[in-house]
Nanobody, 124 residues
Framework: VQLQASGGGLVQAGGSLRLSCAASGLIFSRYDMAWFRQAPGKEREFVTAISWTGDSTLYADSVKGRFTISRDDAKNTMTLQMNSLKPEDTAVYYC??????????????????WGQGTQVTVSS
C-alpha cells in the first residue's frame, strides 16, 4: 500500500499550486482521503478531506475559499488545488487515507495510511 504525494514547489504569494496524491495497493474508492500539513516547529494540522463517495468535503477555516480537494477514482488519485497562496501556507503537505470512520474526519489519529509529503514554499 502506497500513497505518493507530488506537485509541491516554490511559488510567490498569490500564486497557485496543484498537489496530487497517487494511491496504489488499496481499493482507493473505499477510502476517505485528506491532506494535512506541517510547518517547521509546528504540529501537523488538518487541511481538507473528501469522503469515499466524493460528495462530502471538509476544509480548515484557514484554507476555505482558496483550496479545493477532489478525487478521481478511475485514476486512484486525489488532487489539491491551492489558489491565492500565502506565506503561512508554507509547509510539508501530506496525503492520508482512512476507512475507519463513519464520516469524514479532521482527526489525524484516525488516518492510518500516509504519503511521504511534498514541500510547499510560498514566498512573500
Amino acid at each position: 500500500v502506497q500513497l505518493q504525494a507530488s506537485g509541491g514547489g516554490l511559488v510567490q504569494a498569490g500564486g497557485s499550486l496543484r498537489l496530487s496524491c497517487a494511491a496504489s495497493g488499496l481499493i482507493f474508492s473505499r477510502y476517505d482521503m485528506a491532506w494535512f500539513r506541517q510547518a517547521p516547529g509546528k504540529e501537523r494540522e488538518f487541511v481538507t478531506a473528501i469522503s469515499w463517495t466524493g460528495d462530502s468535503t471538509l476544509y480548515a477555516d484557514s484554507v476555505k475559499g482558496r483550496f479545493t480537494i477532489s478525487r478521481d477514482d478511475a485514476k486512484n488519485t486525489m488532487t489539491l488545488q491551492m489558489n491565492s497562496l500565502k506565506p503561512e501556507d508554507t509547509a510539508v503537505y501530506y496525503c492520508a487515507a482512512t476507512r475507519t470512520t463513519v464520516e469524514i474526519t479532521t482527526r489525524i489519529s484516525l488516518y492510518d495510511l500516509w504519503g511521504q509529503g511534498t514541500q510547499v514554499t510560498v514566498s512573500s
